[in-house]
């Protein structure tokens, strides 16, 4: 497997270390609560089985107050997986209970913390947030369970108030503080400082959550793991509320490829992971999304196309393949396509083209991409024949 991007050797200060890294994967509870998305009791465990094999740390696999059907899933989802599973809680004993209930591996507790959230969404005092989040907490230790507790809306906290509410439920002995970007407003430096002062305030493990508002939630999911967390929260694809989550795949392999962290992931299973997440959430992976789209390994540029068919890594990452997450290259036929691109697909389709050939076939892919039409397998095999390139029969072995 590729190493780390020799790019950033001496190009570069090159002193981002990432030493430990858990996915924590939140594709069947904030992935889901994109809206009109849904998944049913099946889609569920047919999601969270893939996760599970393919070594996920810990799968939230719901908020189990939300309905019988979700308690049901979470049961059994927790019954029947070798990661950690978790179940989302408010601080509202009715929520406490039910994921104790659901017999799950950790309880995720969350409150709001900015004074809007507090204003506005919780309708509580900075005081009575704390207290509500401490009795949670001490409920789910007394229950014999791992807590992850979120500071809803960190990033638009007060600092004072945040360090204080870090340190009470440090006290009250939590295992987990996540740290929430719920509105993704952070940018990766000043999320790392928040990060690191946290850090500096607990002994808890820490974990992140973030957001995609501005397209910046993978890489603030980094630079929080940069800053010392231990772990990230991500959705497959990114779904999750408004613009989504940290993708699990741009996590996953940005942490394999440019930090050389060994995640411990079946990344060869991405792109399946992606398709169940794409059929079940009704929510389309767009072309140009990374790692999973149907572009993110697909060249259509002659410049590109003629590199790439001599050596993968003129102009792609070169330590991620598509064979890294389970994809396929495809060298697409179109208005940018040059002689090196079409000689390759008639090759690859059994035709024995001259140099001149090649020519002919190119300007009919070039026009027909201008003229804004798709080439596709079909049109493609017709221009090479309206051309008369030569196609040998293929020889069937045993027979004369
Ligand atoms: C940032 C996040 O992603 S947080 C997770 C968000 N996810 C979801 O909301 C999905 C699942 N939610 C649900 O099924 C429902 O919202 C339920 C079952 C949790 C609650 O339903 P309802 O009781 O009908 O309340 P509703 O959803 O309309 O309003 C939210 C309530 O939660 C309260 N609340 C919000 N955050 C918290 C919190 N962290 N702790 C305690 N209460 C909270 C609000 O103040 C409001 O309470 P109120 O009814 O006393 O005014
Ligand atoms: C429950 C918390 C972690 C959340 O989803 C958010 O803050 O976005």
Sequence with gaps: MPRRVEFFEGTLSN???ISTAQIFDTTLRDGEQSPRTSFSYDDKREI???????????????????????????????????ATVCGLARVVDADVEAAIDADVDMVHVFVSTSDVQLED?????????????????ERVREAGIDVMFSPMD???????????????????????????????????????????????????????????????ATANAIAG????????????????????????????????????VDTGIDT?????????????????????????????????????????????ATFEPGVMTPEMVGAERELVMGKHTGTHSVRER?????????????????????????????????????FAREVGVRRPEPVTEGVQ
């Design 154 to 216: 960190a990033t638009r906290t007060d600092g004072e108030f945040l360090v204080e509410v870090v340190e009470a439920v440090s006290e009250a002995g939590v295992d987990w503080i996540n740290v929430p970007d719920t509105c993704g407003v952070a940018t990766p430096t000043r999320f790392a400082d928040l990060i690191a002062t946290i850090d500096a305030h607990t002994d808890a493990k820490i974990d992140v959550h973030t957001h995609d508002d501005f397209g910046l």
């Design 48 to 82: 969270a089985a893939r996760l599970d094999a393919m070594g996920t740390h810990v799968i939230e696999a719901g908020f189990p107050v939300n309905s019988d059907a979700e308690f049901a899933a979470v049961r059994d989802i927790a019954a029947d997986t070798t």
């Design 268 to 312: 060869t299973q991405i792109r399946a992971l992606a398709d169940l997440v794409e059929r079940t959430s009704a929510m389309e992976i767009p072309a140009n999304k990374p790692v999973v789209g149907r572009n993110a390994f697909a060249h259509e540029s002659g410049i590109h196309a003629a590199g790439v068919i001599e050596n993968s």
């Design 15 to 17: 002193t981002s270390e």
């Design 121 to 137: 969404s919780m309708h509580a005092s900075r005081e009575e947030a704390v207290e509500r989040s401490i009795r949670s907490i």
């Design 346 to 382: 008639l090759a690859d389709a059994g035709f024995e083209p001259t140099d001149e050939e090649v020519r002919a076939v190119t300007r009919r892919v070039k026009d027909h991409g201008a003229a804004k039409e798709r080439v596709t397998d079909d049109t493609f095999e017709r």
């Design 225 to 260: 793991m940069e800053a010392g967390a231990a772990s990230a929260q991500v959705s497959v694809n990114g779904i999750g509320e408004r613009a989504g989550n940290a993708a699990y795949e741009e996590v996953v392999m940005a942490l394999e490829s440019l930090y050389d």
